[in-house]
């Protein structure tokens, strides 16, 4: 059994540009929740997909977007870089959404935004 | 608002020392869930609990849904337990889970 993997680890852009962040769920996972957490502070949600539609979305701008795949990977795209979005970017896999499952997490990427 | 907060901050904790880190939550919720996050991101889920008590070796998490309160306990404290832990409150609306801003444990050998 695989657990959840996230790439790249680590990456820097330039504010205006655009990224791609990638999620591999846990084996038999079909629900992914992306993870934004700026240092010194707890994760906040961005949002929550399961199986290929969006679930439930945190306070966070259209310009934060994602996909879920047939495989149930992931991705988060963000437009339009802005210096505030440098943070850790983790995605957690589950069994399925709500309070009853519990979440899976990825060793995260570093966005820097320069 | 549904609101979670954490304390301590910062916990330094001798070897052997028995450990208490808190959480209080605004209103009622779904599930309660205890991590953990070392140095570098990686999140590991310890517990999740809706009511009662739960150990699992050398922790124990408790919940008291009356008084929106909830306890992680670290027994026989170890260097390797030096961590941030953080505890997430689901109100089961929009599957968005609600992160305190952790504590983070150093543990002294």
């Known amino acids: 059994e695989t657990g959840v993997t996230q790439s790249p680890t680590h990456l820097i852009k330039t504010r205006g540009q655009q990224v791609t962040l990638r999620c591999s769920s846990q084996?038999?996972?079909?629900?992914v929740s992306w993870y934004q957490q700026a240092l010194g502070q707890g994760p906040q949600f961005i949002f929550q997909?399961?199986?290929?539609?969006?679930?439930g979305r945190g306070n966070f701008p259209p310009r934060f977007s994602g996909l879920q795949f047939p495989n149930y990977s992931s991705e988060l795209n963000v437009n339009a870089l802005e210096l505030d979005d440098s943070a850790l970017y983790l995605c957690?896999?589950?069994?399925?959404?709500?309070?009853?499952?519990?979440?899976?997490f990825g060793p995260g990427t570093r966005l820097t935004v320069t | 608002k549904n609101e979670v907060e954490q304390s301590p901050q910062n916990l330094t904790a001798q070897e052997g020392e028995f450990i208490t880190i808190n959480c209080s939550y605004s209103?009622?919720?779904?599930?309660l869930h205890w991590l953990q996050q070392h140095p570098g991101g990686g999140i590991v889920s310890l517990f999740m609990?809706?009511?009662?008590?739960k150990k699992h070796g050398r922790l124990i998490a408790t919940i008291n849904i009356q008084e929106k309160h909830s306890s992680l306990h670290i027994t026989a404290s170890h260097p390797r337990d030096s961590a941030v832990y953080i505890c997430?409150?689901?109100w089961g609306t929009g599957n968005q889970f609600y992160f305190g801003t952790g504590t983070s444990l150093t543990v002294i050998p």
């Open positions: 997909y399961y199986r290929e539609e969006e679930n």
């Open positions: 609990l809706s009511s009662g008590k």
């Open positions: 997430a409150a689901d």
């Open positions: 957690a896999s589950s069994l399925g959404g709500g309070a009853t499952y519990e979440q899976y």
């Open positions: 209103v009622g919720i779904s599930a």
């Open positions: 084996s038999g996972h079909n629900t």
